[in-house]
Each structure stands twice: as C-alpha cells, then as structure tokens.
C-alpha cells in the first residue's frame, strides 16, 4: 500500500507533463547532432530547483531517456549520429533508409530502445541494492579486461581483417593525443594547446560519420545518382521482429549489465551488442547492409544503460555514467543524498524515479512512434539542400559544445579522413570504437600495474579480469575456428560423396 501511495504524485497532471516536456525535448535534443543528452540535463537542472523532487528529477530522467533515443532520428535518416550512443546505428540504420525504409528501421529504432529500457527499469526497481554491489568489484584491471574484450569487436565489425587492425591501431593512436593520463606530459600535440585534452569526442564523430557523407553526397550529385526511395511504413514486418528477437533479448540484458558499471557507457554497451548479435546470427553478412536486427541490437542496449545507470547512482552514490554524475547534481539540488541510506530516508522519492522512468519509456515510444512520418520527411528535401543543411548543422554542433575554434578545426580533419576511408574500404566504425576505449584501455592498464607493482599475474588474477581476458581469447579465436570447422565439414561432405 505504501508503494502505491508513493506512486499517486506521479499522475498528478502537472507531474506527467513535466515527464512528457522532458522527454520530448530530449527527444529533440538527441536528433539535433553536436546537442548530447548531458548537455540537455545540464542546462534544465537550475529549472527544477523550485520544483518538488519527484517532479524535477523525473523530467531530467525523462531528458536522458529521450536524449539517447533520439540520436538514432539523424544517424538513421543523415549518417549523422546525434548522440555517440547512437553511433553504431548508422551501419544498418542508414542503409535502409537510403533504399526507402528509413520508416521501418526508424519503427525498429524505437520498439528496441522501449524494450531495452523497459527491462532495464524492471531491473532497476527489482535489484537495484543488489546489482550494484557488483560493480563495486571493477577496479582497474577489471577496467582493462572489459576495454580489451570491447576491442575485439573491430576484427567482426571488418569485412577485411587488415584494414580493420589498421582503422583500430590508427583510432588507439588517434586517442593517445593530450596530456598523458596518468603523468599529464602532454603528448602527439605538436605545440599546439588547442589539442592539450585531445581531440574533442563529439566534433570527430560528427567529423568522421557527418562531413564525410557531405562529401559522398557531394560526389553522388556530380555523378547524377538517382535520388533515395519514397519513405514506406513505420512498422516493422513480423519477419523483421522474429529475426531482431534475439538482438532485442540480448542488447536489453547487455545494455542493463554495462549500465551497472560505473564509466562505461552506451556508446560501449551499443558496440559490445552489435557485435553480439553479429556474432551468434545464423546469417552475420547481412549486418551493415540495412538489417534490422542491428538497429535492434544498438538500440536496445544503449536505452537500457538509461534506467540501469541509475543503479549505481541511488544505492550506491556513484554516478554510472557522465549524465547520471549530472543527475547527480539534481539530487543535491533538492537536498537528496544518494545512496544507500536514500532508500531509508527518502523511500517515496525512489519509488517515484522507479515509476517515472517507466512513464518517461512509454512517452519516449508514443512520441518516437507519432513523429515518425514528420522526421522522415527530412529525406524529401532536395541532395543539394540536405547536403547544406547538415554541413550547417556539422559546424553548430561541433562549436556549440565547448564554443572553441579548435573543435571545428578536429570536425573537418576528421570528415576529411572519414571520406578516405569510405573511399578506401577502411572502417569507420572500428576506428570509433578504438578512439572510445582507448583512453579506457591505457589508463586503467597503467593504474592497474602501479597497484600491483607491474606483477603481471596480481594484475590479471581477478575473477572478473579472467572472465573478460578469456571471452577476449574466445572473440578472437571463434572465427579462426569457425573457418576451421568450416573447412573440416566441407571435407568431410567432398569425402563422402566421393564415395
């Protein structure tokens, strides 16, 4: 009954409109490329200082929830990831619509990132005490393992091997410029003071998957491709469901695991999921070809890091990542201490989150669903004006962040790079993924080999260390013996037919 009382001031009207505000502008916060739901959290939280705290906190969790679905709109429909979490969306996400069904995989987008966060606030409500004690186990070493294993995505995410070790090495080099992490020697800067933190994160994505379809878009005019299909539909065929069944399934429980641990991310869980589904799919050479399944599997993994990212943040006081370390300052805001002691002192506040972050999912699907048609409309407009239009947005997005020169400067290097590799067959992603963990990577390797005075088997003897080293050895082992065991069967058919 207690519950049920604390669950009433969520249908108050004037607290599911804040619910419904916050998610309709993360919505439209995430869809416009360089504006992060971070951002997004950030500037509203001084607007919920005279609100009550079920209210106020709600509409910045509806923010985050709509902020990281809506960076799918532009990478499904521009090549343009709104958010990083929405980066590995673009491979198949961007393929469907340039053959027509940018409404059937804007439709996918959203049915999976409601699952994904669905599961992740059953989670939540269910286990939250629970779960996030295992995330207190992650030290550096664990840090490392999980990174290596995330890396080993690269060798499926690449049709050819070599080019992809050579996207990956280029992205880990890429990653190393700016003040070295645990020393602070500046490193790779050539003199320049612009790079002293490295090259910003969200102007080289925009750089590397925007600008460099400006230039492709460029390149089809002056050839006179034909334009892109008519926009069909917005919900996916009963056979898109079946084959994304797994995908959805397996994103939802590994975006809710990588939630849990602090520092990690959506952008890594919608990789690590990516892979996953590529990998145990009976037909992985259709990923990257505009196949649901794969919008499936990103989508529903980065949205469950929404509700599971709260975990760690209200049992444990640990922010599970860099929007939640924002929530953060909410809840002080409204003199709330996170952690274990919230749930004693302050039960009705937890249980109004619990329930606001399954009101602020459902408002996510009715607004992603109804505005479908109206964001697909964006493929009408004329290649000429779309390719202006999102160099437009190229530029404001990448300044906007940090309102520093040096960040338009990183976006065009890096659009420029992205169009060579396109042109080459190099991939895109794979450097992506190595420019996101490979800060992760050096930083937790060196501060993990300090605490055990480089003993090598102290650093690797964690439960969980061997857990992530040994599914690293089997990532990368699985193919070869796939290929193998390929081979073998081949023979022994040949064989027997002989015979």
């Known amino acids: 009954m207690e519950t049920l009382a604390y669950l009433a001031p969520l249908f108050h009207l004037n607290v599911l409109g804040a619910i419904m505000l916050g998610t309709l502008g993360g919505l439209i916060i995430g869809a416009l490329p360089g504006l992060t739901a971070t951002m997004g959290v950030a500037l509203l939280i001084p607007l919920t200082f005279g609100m009550p705290a079920v209210m106020g906190l709600n509409m910045l969790i509806g923010i985050y929830i709509g902020g990281i679905y809506g960076g799918c709109i532009s990478s499904i429909l521009l090549r343009t990831p709104g958010t990083p979490a929405s980066a590995a969306t673009v491979l198949d996400g961007y393929p469907m619509a340039q053959r027509g069904e940018a409404g059937k995989a804007l439709g996918m987008a959203t049915i999976a990132s409601t699952i994904g966060g669905l599961v992740a606030a059953v989670v939540l409500a269910a286990l939250a005490p629970q779960l996030a004690s295992i995330a207190l186990q992650f030290g550096a070493p664990e840090y490392f393992a999980l990174a290596l294993f995330g890396l080993t995505i690269i060798a499926s995410l690449s049709g050819d091997l070599l080019k992809g070790a050579i996207s990956g090495l280029l992205g880990i080099l890429i990653s190393c410029v700016g003040a070295d992490p645990i020393s602070g020697v500046l490193?790779?800067?050539?003199?320049?003071?612009?790079?002293?933190?490295?090259?910003?994160?969200?102007?080289?994505?925009?750089?590397?998957?925007?600008?460099?379809?400006?230039?492709?878009?460029?390149?089809?005019?002056?050839?006179?491709?034909?334009?892109?299909?008519?926009?069909?539909?917005?919900?996916?065929?009963?056979?898109?469901?079946?084959?994304?069944?797994?995908?959805?399934?397996?994103?939802?429980?590994?975006?809710?695991?990588?939630?849990?641990?602090?520092?990690?991310?959506?952008?890594?869980?919608?990789?690590?999921?990516?892979?996953?589904?590529?990998?145990?799919?009976?037909?992985?050479?259709?990923?990257?070809?505009?196949?649901?399944?794969?919008?499936?599997?990103?989508?529903?993994?980065?949205?469950?890091?929404?509700?599971?990212?709260?975990?760690?943040?209200?049992?444990?006081?640990?922010?599970?990542?860099?929007?939640?370390?924002?929530?953060?300052?909410?809840?002080?805001?409204?003199?709330?201490?996170?952690?274990?002691?919230?749930?004693?002192?302050?039960?009705?506040?937890?249980?109004?989150?619990?329930?606001?972050?399954?009101?602020?999912?459902?408002?996510?699907?009715?607004?992603?669903?109804?505005?479908?048609?109206?964001?697909?409309?964006?493929?009408?407009?004329?290649?000429?004006?779309?390719?202006?239009?999102?160099?437009?947005?190229?530029?404001?997005?990448?300044?906007?962040?940090?309102?520093?020169?040096?960040?338009?400067?990183?976006?065009v290097g890096f659009g420029v790079l992205g169009w060579v590799m396109q042109k080459f067959g190099f991939s895109q992603a794979a450097l992506?993924?190595?420019?996101?963990?490979?800060?992760?990577?050096?930083?937790?390797?060196?501060?993990?080999?300090?605490?055990?005075?480089?003993?090598?088997?102290?650093?690797?003897?964690g439960p969980l260390t061997i857990l992530f080293l040994t599914l690293t050895v089997l990532s990368l082992g699985w193919p070869v013996l796939s290929r193998f065991l390929a081979r073998r069967r081949e023979a022994k058919t040949m064989t027997l037919e002989t015979k």
């Open 187 to 411: 490193r790779y800067t050539f003199g320049f003071s612009g790079f002293a933190s490295g090259f910003a994160f969200t102007p080289a994505l925009i750089g590397l998957f925007a600008l460099s379809e400006v230039f492709t878009l460029m390149e089809r005019m002056a050839r006179a491709e034909p334009n892109i299909q008519p926009v069909r539909g917005r919900w996916p065929s009963w056979q898109d469901m079946k084959e994304s069944r797994g995908a959805l399934i397996r994103g939802s429980l590994i975006g809710t695991l990588i939630g849990i641990i602090p520092g990690v991310g959506s952008g890594t869980a919608s990789w690590i999921s990516y892979n996953e589904a590529r990998r145990s799919s009976p037909t992985p050479e259709k990923f990257g070809t505009g196949y649901a399944p794969g919008i499936a599997a990103t989508e529903s993994a980065n949205n469950a890091v929404c509700a599971a990212a709260l975990i760690p943040l209200l049992a444990l006081g640990i922010p599970g990542d860099v929007v939640t370390a924002v929530l953060m300052g909410g809840l002080m805001i409204q003199g709330l201490a996170p952690g274990p002691i919230m749930f004693q002192t302050n039960p009705d506040v937890i249980v109004g989150i619990f329930g606001g972050t399954f009101l602020a999912t459902i408002f996510m699907f009715i607004f992603g669903m109804a505005l479908i048609p109206l964001f697909s409309r964006i493929l009408a407009v004329p290649r000429h004006i779309l390719a202006v239009a999102i160099m437009i947005f190229c530029f404001i997005g990448s300044f906007a962040i940090n309102l520093n020169p040096v960040d338009l400067y990183t976006m």
């Open 432 to 461: 992506c993924i190595a420019m996101i963990l490979g800060p992760m990577l050096e930083a937790n390797l060196r501060r993990g080999l300090m605490q055990t005075h480089d003993d090598l088997f102290a650093f690797a003897s």
